[in-house]
T-cell receptor, first 114, second 115 residues
Framework: NAGVTQTPKFRILKIGQSMTLQCAQDMNHNYMYWYRQDPGMGLKLIYYSVGAGITDKGEVPNGYNVSRSTTEDFPLRLELAAPSQTSVYFC?????????????FGSGTRLTVV | AQTVTQSQPEMSVQEAETVTLSCTYDTSESDYYLFWYKQPPSRQMILVIRQEAYKQQNATENRFSVNFQKAAKSFSLKISDSQLGDAAMYFCAYRSGDAGNMLTFGGGTRLMVKP
C-alpha cells in the first residue's frame, strides 16, 4: 500500500553534476508524470508517460530526460545541473482511463543546485 | 492549450468562518475534469474535491464544496467552518478527457486561518 514512492527526499547538487530522481508506484497505473514546483508557484509538467516504453515532453522538458522500461518505474534524469533547476519535483500516477480521478502524488524531492 | 488562473495569491479566514477561493480556466474542450488540491507545509499534494464537466450538480465533500459555472469557466472552492488544519496552499487543476490526461495547475492560493 505504498502508492507513489520518490527518492531521495532532499538533495544538493553542484552546478554541472548529474543525478537521477527515482519514482516507483505499486498501483499498476499506466500513466505517470513528473512535475516541478518552483517556490510560491504551481506545478509545471516536465515529462509524462502513458505506458511502458512511451514517454513524451510536457511544458518544461529542457535539461531533463526520462525513461519508462517498466510500468512501475519512471526515473527522471538531470544532466549538467543548473541553478534554474532548483525546485521541488513531484512524481504522480493515474489510471489509464481514469480522467475523472486525480493523480496519486509522491511526497516530492527538494533539489538545490549550488 | 488550457490555462488555469487563480487570482488570489493569499486569503485569510477566521476559524469557523467560510471562505471562497476563486479559479477560472480557459478551454475549448467539452469533456474535462476539475480538481482542487491542498498542499500543507509537508508538501504532500492532497486531493480535496473533483468535478466532472458534464455534471451540472456541484460537488461536495464534507465542509468543502464547489461552485462550478461551466459557461463562465469558473470553479470556486468554498470551505465552511474553517479549521486551523485547513491552512495550506490550494491549487485548482484542469484535466482533459483526451489521451495523456495531463493536469494543468493554477498558481495557487495560500490560505491562512486565524484562531
Amino acid at each position: 500500500n505504498a502508492g507513489v514512492t520518490q527518492t531521495p527526499k532532499f538533495r544538493i547538487l553542484k552546478i554541472g553534476q548529474s543525478m537521477t530522481l527515482q519514482c516507483a508506484q505499486d498501483m499498476n497505473h499506466n500513466y505517470m508524470y513528473w512535475y516541478r514546483q518552483d517556490p510560491g508557484m504551481g506545478l509545471k509538467l516536465i515529462y509524462y508517460s502513458v505506458g511502458a516504453g512511451i514517454t513524451d515532453k510536457g511544458e518544461v522538458p529542457n535539461g531533463y530526460n526520462v525513461s519508462r522500461s517498466t510500468t512501475e518505474d519512471f526515473p527522471l534524469r538531470l544532466e549538467l545541473a543548473a541553478p534554474s533547476q532548483t525546485s521541488v519535483y513531484f512524481c504522480a500516477s493515474s489510471y489509464l482511463s481514469g480522467a475523472n480521478y486525480g493523480y496519486t502524488f509522491g511526497s516530492g524531492t527538494r533539489l538545490t543546485v549550488v | 492549450a488550457q490555462t488555469v488562473t487563480q487570482s488570489q495569491p493569499e486569503m485569510s479566514v477566521q476559524e469557523a468562518e467560510t471562505v471562497t477561493l476563486s479559479c477560472t480556466y480557459d478551454t475549448s474542450e467539452s469533456d474535462y475534469y476539475l480538481f482542487w488540491y491542498k498542499q500543507p507545509p509537508s508538501r504532500q499534494m492532497i486531493l480535496v474535491i473533483r468535478q466532472e464537466a458534464y455534471k451540472q450538480q456541484n460537488a461536495t465533500e464534507n465542509r468543502f464544496s464547489v461552485n462550478f459555472q461551466k459557461a463562465a469557466k469558473s470553479f470556486s472552492l468554498k470551505i465552511s467552518d474553517s479549521q486551523l488544519g485547513d491552512a495550506a496552499m490550494y491549487f485548482c487543476a484542469y484535466r482533459s478527457g483526451d489521451a495523456g490526461n495531463m493536469l494543468t495547475f493554477g498558481g495557487g492560493t495560500r490560505l491562512m486561518v486565524k484562531p
